[in-house]
């Protein structure tokens, strides 16, 4: 398994990925939108590859300042392929984002889910329950929170 940063080439992929979200009424963005996007140091789409290169899951981090605190990540759309679940490659994508996000000057990272067997997986991450489906995870020793 190799964790990385998106590349444009990636693009496709991810769009496919987001695709299986399976709500109706999500509309993956286009390749245009990851091209300018990608621009930005704030946010940043990390993938997964399994042992033979294929991208087998994604996740979205956007970063945001917070004056008091310092830099809060926001996770979105974790996704591993319908066919690849079940293999470690959502805990992985998830340790391999930790980890940029620390790396990134993460004080703090944010997730919402509505899906009970991703719930489980955050929560033996570290994260914990603010309310609701919202999760939260203190990453840096240095944290007030």
Not at 114 to 138: H, I, T
Request: charged share 25%.
């Amino acid at each position: 398994m190799f964790f990385r940063s998106m590349k444009i080439s990636d693009t496709y992929r991810v769009i496919e990925l987001l695709r299986q979200i399976g709500n109706a009424d999500f509309v993956p963005p286009s390749k245009w939108w990851f091209a300018i996007r990608l621009l930005f140091p704030t946010f940043h789409v990390f993938v997964l590859e399994d042992d033979s290169g294929a991208i087998v899951a994604m996740v979205f981090l956007n970063l945001l300042s917070n004056p008091k605190y310092g830099w809060r990540g926001y996770i979105d759309y974790v996704v591993v392929d319908k066919s690849a679940r079940r293999n470690g490659f959502g805990r992985k994508i998830m340790e391999g984002t930790l980890a940029r996000a620390k790396k990134l000057g993460c004080q703090e990272v944010l997730l919402t889910t509505s899906n009970p067997d991703a719930q489980a997986l955050y929560e033996s991450l570290g994260f914990r329950v603010r309310s609701g489906r919202n999760f939260s995870k203190v990453i840096s020793e240095s944290c007030g929170f």
